[in-house]
Every structure is written in structure tokens, then in C-alpha cells.
């Protein structure tokens, strides 16, 4: 054993230093490759190899963990919250489950014009804003990557500052957002959204997270990022490429909306809704060209082998030079490869400056949607494109939109409104100069291009040109005989006598109806373009329509009355009220009806007003047929019948002293009432009164002042008024008569449209004279409740408190028992 001992133990010890050395080797050989494998080899360099096949490529590693990062907000932002209507109208547009998603690229790109819009203006007065190189180049970029399912559209515009992210980002008008989802409710067109200033956050129907990149000239860069969970993120931008000036906006598209990752896609949408955008707008396309690239050798050895065996027959001095050909010419092949370029999408001429007569409809309704930012299928109801020449040049085209504003009479004098866009010599100035158009016409939609007014023009500025007037007039005057052309080319408005010379066009067809619905939509307007507007007046007049006594449920004009005059007719007749159903039952129009004279229906309360400063037409006076000075012919018994109910009149006058009334007359308008309300000439009418005392600031003092003052006309065919008049003669005192004329009285004061100043008393008339007709006493009483039966049904009330109360304590005696037991 001892022999053994000893190599036992050298041997031992030489094991245990061989393995320390190994162990240091690979150590050493283990940090050598974690040094190498910080950068490993790409998946291409090693296909073939079946240890690594399995291998990733970093930059796909690197991309996905950005990816799966960037969907949830950087936890180094500053965090904000939405307000309450954004997000209410995020959870309407992200659960929306209407079909067209489209729109919201349309919306990208017309808030980038905008932005692009307000840089060019500012750098009229400050020309080193727009910067140098591509900061210069007010353009929009479009720009797509598939793998990463980002869409981003970029701008050069005058970009947002943090303050900027947030107010026009987090929070929004509640007026606009409350009237979309309004109108959303009731029509259910998402296509509307641009019109209330939110289209911003249409980028929801496509995307569940989204970036926007922006930089301002007076700030830093900044990301604002939201996945519309009712919060964003704002923070400055460290990581992201420069821009310089601008913003760009990253669209992460849902699975669903991966259309939108195909160019073709883009192109048509762009193509569909902002061909007519004032900047050019590129998409970073994909191209494929023919590129020379060199040939294979194994190719050139074949065709070399191919070349000698054709040319055997050959002289040597030629194999000679073609080997010489070759060397200097080496072969090449033609191969298809995929390129990126900036495409250019819209490269229309801007519409106005071309020759009207080159235009197409399509072209003018594209540009009209665009313009308007209305993409409905209706097309504009007429439009306008003209060239004004002499002391102020200009280009104009205006449109009738085929609806109006939900809002359009909201705050009519309060809002400095304009649906025009100004421009001068090309360049976008302004859409805030409601000094072009009048206020009556502030539903018109399009735009203006001076060459006389300076670039640096502002609103205090324009309005000291001479040359403001001379174009202002001549767009009232075009926007006026644009809305009258509409009623000439509709076969509906055309008299009796121009329909049996007409030849019925299919044309005319499509135009039939047009300008009773422009009236429906935007009758009012015309109505206050008479009231403000005195220079044009007339013209506007021609443009009136309404119902009449002879109309049949259709529209008509003042020329179309007028030429269905009677013979000796003078005056335009016309009333006014609150529905047509109404006034056709007015006592006012009995006679006028039996005489076949037509009279006006005015129902629209602005017809008050209207009436007031639109005295005549055509050497025509208008005469309200509830007023004083009406005029139906002489009666050679008028004078009779005055003589003869001169004692009535006088009697009841004196009688209705207390009742305001100036005075009472033989009436010519009436033929089955007794009697009727009217008032003076310059008065307010029964409906005007009732107008201004439902106003909410109304003073019933100054009110008084306007009243007209009443004159009670009764019918002295009528055989009320007749026995009246008998019974005043027979005895004028007798208390009988004076209640039923005062209850006569006022049952003309109610039917005639005025409201009764003691209603309670009139009902206490009206009680009176039923009791009469039922022979009950007029000292007859009320049968008075017999108290008695009041004290039985408060004692039930107190037996049925108690029962509960006994029930309960009956339950509770149970209770006990059962525990007991």
C-alpha cells in the first residue's frame, strides 16, 4: 500500500493543475465570444448552417422591442388627461361602425395645409422664418413603412409648441364637439367631422396608438402620443430625426387597416379628396427600374463556351478582335430593381385661374368639396367662377353649398364669420375677412384672388382700400345673380305662360326642385339681406318665396302674384302668423277669399321684421289684411249701413273704454264672423306682439309704446250684431247686453290672434253664458265636500299605519316562542 502512496498523490496533484489550466482557457475562450456576439451575424450570412439557422437578425430584434415599447406612453412623459367632450368623442369615432375610414387622411392633410397656409403668411412680413434648404419647401410628405405598420404625414407648416400640443390636441371646443355628436346622432355621416373642427382625432378609425411630432420656431421638439385611453403624454423629443420646422405625425395602424400600408391606396385617396390642395403633396412611392448589372461567370464561361463552337469555322484575325471586344466590353444583364422617390400626387393648376370655360362639373364639385371640406354625395347648388377686370382685377369662384350650417343663425350678429378664402397673387392670406360678403350672405363657400391688394394686407388695413368696396360689390352682385339663375334653369318656377312655350329638357329635370330647396335652406338669409342690405333691395325681392291662397302647397315669387293680380287690384295682400293651417282659418280672409283676391302667407317670425322695411314692389304697396287700410271696392250701402249701426258703434265704444280700444267700425273684411281685432297701419300686429313678449329680456313699459292701437270691426250682416244693436236701442243700460257685448269682445280679441290680459275672466264670461243655455240660475252654487268623509279617510290612514305595527310585534311574540322552546 505504501508503495501506491506516493504516485497516488503526484498523480492527483498533476490532475488538478490540468484542469485549472483548462478552466482558465475557457473562461478566457468564453469572454471572447461574448465579445464577438455583440454583434452577431445577420441570418443571410449563415443560412446554410444548420446550428445557427435559427438565428435573428439585431435590427428585427431592435425594431420589435421598439415596437412593443411604443405602445404604451413613455413613462418619462408628462402626463395629461383628456377633457371630458374628447374623450367622448374618441369612444364615438373608435367604436364607430361606419364603413368609411377613408376620411381620415383627408383630415391629416388638410390641417397640414392649414399649418402650411399660416408659415406663408407670417413670412410675408418675416422672410427668415421659413429657415434655409428643405425648411424652405412648403410641402407635405407621406411616407409608409410596412414592417413597422406605421403611416406618417408630414409637414413644413408653422408647427405647435407644447402649449399648442395640448390646447389643440387635449382639449377642444365643447359647442363644436357637442354639435358633432349631435348631428352624428341624427344622420350618422362621419363625413361631417371636418366641418366642427375635430377632424384631427379621426385618426382613431385606423390607428390605436398615434404620435406627433412637432417643432415651432419659438420652441423645443416635442412628441405628443396618445393611444385614446382618455390620456396623453407630452415630452420633449431627444430621439427622433430633427425637423427642423413642422410637425410629423405617426399613425401605429390597427391589424384591420392594413389597406392603408398600399400606395395604390393613398394615391386614390388623395386623388379622391385633396387634389385641389394648395401644396404639393409626395408619397415616398416605390419604383422599379431596369438596372445593367454584371453577369454571372458561370453565364460567361457558358457563353463563351457557345461562342467558340459557333465560330470554328472562323478565321483566327476574328476570334482575334472579338476576344479583344470582350475584354474591353464585359458582360452584362438587365435586371428589374425596386427604387424610392418622392412621388408627386397633385399637380391640378389651382382651379380659379384657369378659363372657366375649361372646366368640367366634376371638376368644380371635387373642388368645391375640398374648399368646403363637405364630402357628402351632394353636390353644390350652383357655383360661380369669374374674372373681374377694370380698376380692381380679381378671380372669384363661389358656391351655394346644398345645405346650411347647423349653426348658420346661432350668432348671426355676433360672429366675424367668413366662408370665403382671401388671396393675393396666389398666395393664401386669410379666411377671417367677413368684410368681403355681407352678413346675409355668409353661407356662400369660396374664395378670392386679388392682384391689386398688397401681400402684407390685414383686416385693418383692407378695410381702408377704396378697392375693398368696388370688390365687395361686384361679389354681391355675382353671388345675387348666381341664386337667381338657380330659380331661371328650374322648370318649377316658370309662370304659366313660359311653360307652354318651354321645351322640357332632361337637363331641366335634374334642376327641377333646386331653388325651393336653396329657399328651405336658406330662405332666412334672403329675408335679412332685405332688412340690412337697402342697395339691394329690389333685386333681393325677386328672390322672395311663399305660400298664398292660390299657391297650392307650392313656392312663389312676387312677379308670379303680381301677374295673377285681379283688375283694379293696387295692394300686395298678405298675413302674418304662425302656421299656415292657421291663417287659412283667419277671419281676416273671408272676404278677401270671396272675392278671389290671393293673399300672402308670412309664418317665419323674421317676417315681421321683414314687412317693415319692404313697404312696396314693383309700384305695388303691401297692405296686411289684419290691419287698418284695407281697401276691397266701395259698397254704395256703406254709408247706410254706417248710419244705421251708428248707435251700436257709438254704445260700444264708450262700453270698452277700459279695454283700450280707440275705436269701432262697420268692418269690409268680414262675412260669417261677428267681429274681428285689427290694428293701426304703423302698429304691431297681433303676431308681432306676441313675438317680442315671448323675447326673454322683453319689457312690457317699452312694449306699450309699440302696441298698435285696436279697432273692434263688426259685421253688420251678421245676426249677433244685429240683435245687439236692437237690444242697445231698446234699452242701453241693461247689464245683460254689456256682458255679452264685453264677452263678444273678447272672443274677437283671442280669435283674432292678441292674447287676453284676464283669461280667467273671460272663462267666468264664457261659464256664464253655458249656465244660460242650460236654464241653470245664475246664483246656482258649487256643492260644497262634505267634511265628513275627509275625518273617515283619516282615520284609515291611521288603522292602516298601526297594522304593520301590530303585524311586527305579533312576528316577534313567534319569535320568542321558538327560541323558548
Not at 438596372?291 to 478565321?315: L, N
Amino acid at each position: 500500500m505504501r508503495k501506491w502512496t506516493l504516485p497516488s498523490a503526484l498523480l492527483l496533484l498533476c490532475l488538478l493543475f490540468l484542469f485549472a489550466d483548462q478552466g482558465r482557457n475557457f473562461q478566457a475562450n468564453a469572454e471572447v465570444d461574448s465579445d464577438e456576439l455583440v454583434d452577431p451575424p445577420k441570418v443571410e450570412d449563415k443560412i446554410g448552417a444548420v446550428p445557427n439557422g435559427l438565428s435573428t437578425d439585431s435590427d428585427v430584434a431592435r425594431r420589435e422591442a421598439e415596437s412593443i415599447s411604443k405602445r404604451s406612453l413613455r413613462s418619462s412623459a408628462e402626463k395629461f388627461e383628456f377633457q371630458a367632450e374628447v374623450s367622448r368623442l374618441m369612444d364615438i369615432i373608435i367604436n364607430s361602425l361606419y364603413s368609411n375610414k377613408d376620411i381620415f387622411l383627408r383630415e391629416l392633410i388638410s390641417n397640414a395645409s392649414d399649418a402650411l397656409d399660416k408659415i406663408r403668411f407670417l413670412s410675408l412680413t418675416d422672410k427668415e422664418i421659413l429657415g434655409e434648404g428643405d425648411n424652405a419647401k412648403l410641402e407635405i410628405q407621406i411616407k409608409l413603412d410596412k414592417e413597422k405598420k406605421i403611416l406618417s404625414v408630414r409637414d413644413r407648416g408653422i408647427g405647435m409648441t407644447k402649449e399648442d400640443l395640448i390646447k389643440n390636441l387635449g382639449t377642444i371646443a365643447k359647442s363644436g364637439t357637442s354639435a358633432f355628436v349631435e348631428k352624428m346622432q341624427t344622420s350618422g355621416d362621419l363625413n361631417l367631422i371636418g366641418q366642427f373642427g375635430v377632424g384631427f382625432y379621426s385618426v382613431y378609425l385606423v390607428a390605436d396608438y398615434v404620435e406627433v411630432i412637432s417643432k415651432h420656431n419659438d420652441d423645443k421638439q416635442y412628441v405628443w402620443e396618445s393611444k385614446a385611453d382618455g390620456a396623453f403624454a407630452i415630452s420633449e423629443d431627444t430621439w427622433n430625426e430633427p425637423l427642423g420646422r413642422g410637425t410629423e405625425i405617426r399613425l401605429h395602424l390597427r391589424d384591420e387597416a392594413g389597406e392603408y400600408l398600399e400606395e395604390f391606396k393613398l394615391k386614390e385617396l388623395v386623388k379622391r379628396y385633396s387634389e385641389f390642395i394648395n401644396f404639393p403633396i409626395y408619397l415616398w412611392a416605390s419604383k422599379e427600374v431596369d438596372v445593367e448589372v454584371p453577369a454571372d461567370e458561370d453565364e460567361s464561361s457558358d457563353e463563351g463556351e457557345s461562342s467558340e463552337s459557333s465560330s470554328e469555322e472562323e478565321s483566327e484575325e476574328d476570334d482575334a478582335e472579338k476576344s479583344e471586344d470582350e475584354e474591353k466590353k464585359p458582360k452584362t444583364k438587365t435586371v428589374k430593381e425596386t427604387t424610392y422617390e418622392w412621388e408627386l400626387l397633385n399637380d391640378v393648376k389651382a382651379i380659379w385661374l384657369r378659363n372657366p370655360k375649361e372646366v368640367t362639373d366634376e371638376e368644380y364639385n371635387k373642388f368645391y368639396q375640398s374648399l368646403a371640406k363637405d364630402f357628402s354625395d351632394e353636390k353644390p347648388l350652383a357655383w360661380s367662377h369669374f374674372n373681374a377686370e377694370g380698376d380692381v382685377e380679381f378671380k372669384a369662384v363661389l358656391f351655394v353649398p346644398p345645405k346650411a350650417p347647423h349653426d348658420l343663425y346661432e350668432s348671426y350678429y355676433n360672429a366675424n364669420k367668413s366662408n370665403l378664402k382671401l388671396y393675393v397673387r396666389r398666395v393664401f392670406i386669410s379666411d377671417e375677412f367677413d368684410e368681403l360678403l355681407p352678413k346675409y350672405l355668409n353661407f356662400l363657400k369660396g374664395l378670392v384672388d386679388s392682384d391689386t391688394l398688397p401681400l402684407n394686407v390685414s383686416r385693418e388695413m383692407l378695410q381702408q382700400y377704396s378697392s375693398l368696396k368696388t370688390i365687395k360689390k361686384k361679389l354681391i352682385r355675382k353671388a345675387l345673380d348666381m341664386i337667381r339663375r338657380i330659380a331661371d334653369e328650374d322648370p318649377d318656377e316658370a309662370t304659366d305662360k313660359d311653360k307652354k312655350g318651354m321645351m322640357v329638357l332632361s337637363d331641366n329635370d335634374e334642376k327641377r326642385g333646386q331653388y325651393a330647396k336653396f329657399w328651405n335652406e336658406f330662405g332666412k338669409s334672403i329675408k335679412l339681406g332685405i332688412i340690412e342690405d337697402a342697395t339691394n333691395r329690389n333685386r333681393l325681392a325677386k328672390l322672395l318665396r311663399f305660400e298664398t291662397t292660390k299657391s297650392e302647397g307650392k313656392l312663389t315669387s312676387l312677379d308670379q302674384y303680381i301677374s295673377r293680380m285681379k283688375s283694379g287690384q293696387k295692394d300686395i295682400f298678405y298675413i302674418t302668423g304662425t302656421s299656415k293651417e292657421q291663417l287659412e282659418k283667419s277671419p281676416f280672409l273671408e272676404r278677401l277669399k270671396k272675392k278671389n283676391y290671393e293673399v300672402i302667407f308670412f309664418t317665419d317670425p323674421v317676417d315681421e321684421y321683414l314687412m317693415q322695411y319692404l313697404m312696396d314692389y314693383e309700384d305695388k304697396k303691401f297692405q296686411n289684411v289684419s290691419k287698418e287700410g284695407l281697401k276691397l271696392g266701395k259698397d254704395s250701402k256703406d254709408k247706410e249701413l254706417k248710419e244705421s249701426f251708428k248707435d251700436l258703434t257709438k254704445w260700444w265704444k264708450k262700453a270698452l273704454s277700459s279695454e283700450n280700444v280707440d275705436d269701432v267700425k262697420i268692418s269690409s273684411r268680414l262675412d260669417n264672423t261677428p267681429c274681428v281685432v285689427v290694428t293701426s297701419k304703423y302698429g304691431w300686429s297681433a303676431n308681432m306682439e306676441r313675438i317680442m313678449q315671448s323675447q326673454t329680456l322683453s319689457d312690457a313699459k317699452k312694449q306699450a309704446y309699440m302696441r298698435g292701437k285696436r279697432v273692434l270691426e263688426v259685421n253688420p250682416r251678421h245676426p249677433i250684431i244685429k240683435e245687439l244693436r236692437q237690444r242697445v236701442i231698446k234699452n242701453p243700460e241693461d247689464e245683460s247686453v254689456k256682458q255679452t257685448a264685453q264677452l263678444v269682445y273678447q272672443t274677437a280679441l283671442f280669435q283674432s290672434g292678441f292674447l287676453l290680459d284676464d283669461p280667467k275672466d273671460f272663462a267666468s264670461r264664457i261659464y256664464d253664458s253655458v249656465k244660460t243655455s242650460l236654464d241653470i240660475s245664475p246664483e246656482a252654487a258649487v256643492e260644497e265636500e262634505d267634511d265628513s268623509e275627509e275625518v273617515e279617510s283619516e282615520s284609515d290612514v291611521k288603522e292602516a299605519a298601526s297594522t304593520p305595527t301590530a303585524e311586527a310585534d305579533a312576528g316577534n311574540d313567534d319569535a320568542d316562542a321558538k327560541d323558548e322552546l
